[in-house]
């Protein structure tokens, strides 16, 4: 008799990869797959509800007043039919993994910590934790050390492996049937495109080289992968799992166009990308991205630093000029405005605290630089600034750990509120003046009498409305202010 298997998904996030709701990750998806009966699929929500005494009313989880519970709010079914699977089940699968900590929206991540927490009540099944975290670990703060992976609470911590994307095609196709257990569309799925870093050396504080060899997808198989999910109702995309999708097939501008224009012909009704390395951008494959994508994606730049020291102790990929070139054609080709509201395609600037050779002369550079960009008329979608999480085996952790990270986080909140209110909040202010119209934003969280809301895609822009809205509905808004890392809108019509 088969083992009567649960597939919890804990959400994952890596420096190549988005499984936090509203996206649907790659990892339990190739790990349904991987098995000959597809394991039912639960989040850590459905978890976290089966600890509750009773079904929680429909206040608890969508309050009138207060905030909306969004460590629940991703369930997958009635509290009832929960505790019935769980009972029914063998073994519990944790997908786990959080190796770029950040805050989220409309969902909240699982430590490793929480999950042992939550499967005391089952000490007779078998529990396997799989995902990024069985592999280089997890994280859900930036500036801590990994969490040490308690191998002796599971009855196996297993690495997901596969040898080539002949392997995981299967996997692939077979894993996408767990969207039907999902009681909504919407989710973005995240497509892989291709693994692994392809530098000769990679940066100093990155998980992407341990956790297998370089290799990129052919473009059939990520489009046979589209379908099915099309065919399952799923309606947003994003090409993800890769750290320069410039870069696709050792940067073969012929490849990349089959692939995007292939997929383009399915007509999705969102279709986005992440990660560009700026010495790959330029303005034959940029206008490539932007006539087959849809509008508001944004291409995600890991700078990390614009100090040449810390550039140079790390491995970077880019210094100041080239980035600067990289954004310049951006803005030339993507700069305009979509029929969704947004511009086509933006670069997003990733900065990150904590690096080797880090002072506080590292701050002050990397500010100077984003005021420069942006004094000179460049448009970029959003900085985003997290502090560094030394993953063992990396060589950040090898040499320095976490102690840089002590040494300058006195210096950090100062910084950080400095970028948000004269580098973010004058750009949000360029990007989407008042009376801007964004289409299609789905309500995702309440607090208090606001609502806050967002379209389907990659890094897509937060809305907060005046109005305590029902979860889950589609509108579209006026902008009638800013934040320094927001929107305020006005519903304008309900679609």
Not at 79 to 108: C, R
Request: proline share 5%; hydrophobic share 35%; aromatic share 8%.
């Amino acid at each position: 008799m088969a083992t009567k298997r649960i597939i919890i998904d804990c959400y994952t996030d890596e420096p190549a990869g988005l499984g936090v709701p509203p996206y649907l990750g790659v990892w339990p998806r190739y790990v349904a797959g991987k098995y000959r009966d597809l394991p039912c699929y639960m989040t850590i929500d459905d978890l976290r509800i089966a600890n509750l005494d009773r079904q929680p009313k429909e206040r608890k989880l969508y309050p009138r007043h207060g905030k909306t519970r969004k460590d629940l709010i991703n369930y997958t079914r009635t509290y009832d039919e929960i505790q019935e699977l769980l009972n029914w089940s063998e073994q519990l699968i944790f997908v786990a993994g959080l190796q770029t900590p950040g805050k989220y929206l409309s969902a909240k991540p699982a430590s490793i910590k929480e999950i042992l927490e939550l499967t005391e009540k089952y000490p007779k099944k078998s529990k396997i934790l799989t995902g990024p975290a069985a592999s280089t670990g997890s994280q859900q703060r930036g500036g801590k050390l990994a969490e040490k992976i308690p191998e002796k609470e599971f009855n196996s911590v297993r690495p997901f492996t596969y040898s080539n994307y002949d392997q995981l095609q299967k996997y692939a196709i077979k894993g996408a049937e767990i969207f039907k257990e999902l009681p909504h569309n919407r989710r973005v799925i995240e497509i892989e495109t291709g693994r692994g870093c392809f530098r000769d050396t990679g940066c100093s504080y990155c998980t992407e080289p341990l956790k297998h060899n370089s290799e990129w997808r052919e473009q059939e198989r990520i489009i046979e992968e589209v379908e099915k999910f099309q065919k399952l109702g799923a309606k947003a995309f994003r090409l993800g799992k890769q750290s320069c999708l410039y870069s696709y097939q050792n940067g073969s501008t012929e490849k990349l166009q089959k692939l995007l224009t292939g997929l383009n012909a399915l007509d999705p009704e969102v279709l986005h990308f992440d990660n560009a390395n700026p010495l790959m951008i330029n303005r034959r494959r940029t206008q490539i991205i932007v006539d087959n994508m849809t509008p508001g994606s944004t291409a995600a730049m890991g700078i990390e630093s614009f100090d040449e020291r810390v550039i140079q102790q790390n491995n970077l990929n880019s210094d100041f000029d080239e980035t600067v070139k990289a954004i310049k054609v951006l803005n030339e080709i993507g700069g305009k405005r979509g029929e969704n509201g947004n511009h086509k395609l933006l670069p997003g600037i990733n900065i990150l605290l904590g690096l080797k050779g880090e002072t506080k002369l590292t701050l002050e550079k990397n500010f100077q630089a984003l005021k420069e960009i942006m004094n000179e008329g460049l448009l970029f979608r959003r900085v985003n600034i997290r502090k560094v999480v030394p993953f063992p085996g990396t060589p950040l952790a090898e040499e320095v750990g976490n102690n840089v990270l002590k040494h300058n986080r006195r210096f950090y909140n100062d910084w950080i509120k400095k970028v948000r209110d004269e580098i973010d909040f004058p750009m949000l202010k360029k990007l989407y003046p008042q009376g801007t119209i964004l289409k299609n934003l789905y309500t995702e969280v309440n607090h208090g009498n606001n609502t806050f809301m967002r379209q389907l895609g990659s890094y897509p822009i937060v809305v907060g409305v005046n109005k305590r809205l029902p979860i889950g509905e589609k509108f579209n808004v006026k902008v009638v202010g800013h934040n320094p890392r927001s929107l305020k809108g006005e519903v304008i019509m309900n679609d």
